[in-house]
């Protein structure tokens, strides 16, 4: 501290403990407010444009983790479609073992009670040339969903269903508990 008798005032010389630009704000001063001559000016610049980097960085991180997380999502759905895709394609037992990474030839078994199922409609074309389009789909919409109530209650695998043929097996690939007669 120096008393200046020249302009009455004491003049204090130091450098200001400033960490950023805006504690160097708070405080009332400016980037011209501090000496040239040391390298107090220089950190303080340098440390304002590091953190501008570095929240930068941070945003950019967290948007890239945002876009990461939707696109999870989105193959987690995907995923579970094609789980539920497969499963509809061959008996669930199977899928899974496919799945969990066995091959075609791996995934093959002997059964040795089977049934399988054939139900058709008798004249099938005579019906739906009395009927209109409506009544026809009404019809087989009804059958086949009490087919599949019956399939699921008897562990009856549906194979497919080809306009009004059912086809199912019984036995396979799940084994049943106890033989019924």
Same mark, same amino acid.
């Given at each position: $501290? ?8 004491? @003049?204090?010389?130091? *450098?200001? %403990?400033? /960490? ?58 995907? $995923? ?8 509809? @394609?061959?008996?669930? *037992?199977? %899928?899974? /073992? ?84």
């Amino acid at each position: $501290m120096n008393f200046m008798a020249d302009w009455n005032v004491v @003049m204090f010389l130091c *450098s200001p %403990a400033i /960490k950023d630009l805006e504690q160097l704000a708070q405080a009332g001063l400016f980037i011209c407010d501090l000496s040239m001559h040391d390298f107090s000016r220089d950190l303080l610049l340098a440390s304002s444009q590091q953190s501008n980097e570095l929240k930068d960085a941070l945003e950019s991180e967290m948007e890239k983790t945002k876009l990461m997380e939707e696109s999870m999502g989105k193959l987690d759905i995907e $995923m579970k479609r094609s789980d539920e895709m497969l499963s509809q @394609m061959m008996p669930r *037992s199977v %899928a899974q /073992k496919i799945k969990d990474g066995a091959t075609a030839v791996e995934t093959c078994e002997i059964f040795e009670m089977v049934t399988i199922v054939f139900n058709d409609i008798p004249m099938f074309g005579d019906i739906c040339a009395q009927c209109d389009g409506m009544q026809i789909v009404a019809m087989l919409n009804n059958m086949f969903g009490m087919f599949d109530v019956l399939s699921d209650k008897n562990k009856v695998y549906k194979v497919e269903t080809v306009k009004d043929c059912f086809v199912g097996v019984a036995g396979a690939p799940e084994r049943p508990k106890t033989m019924r007669s």
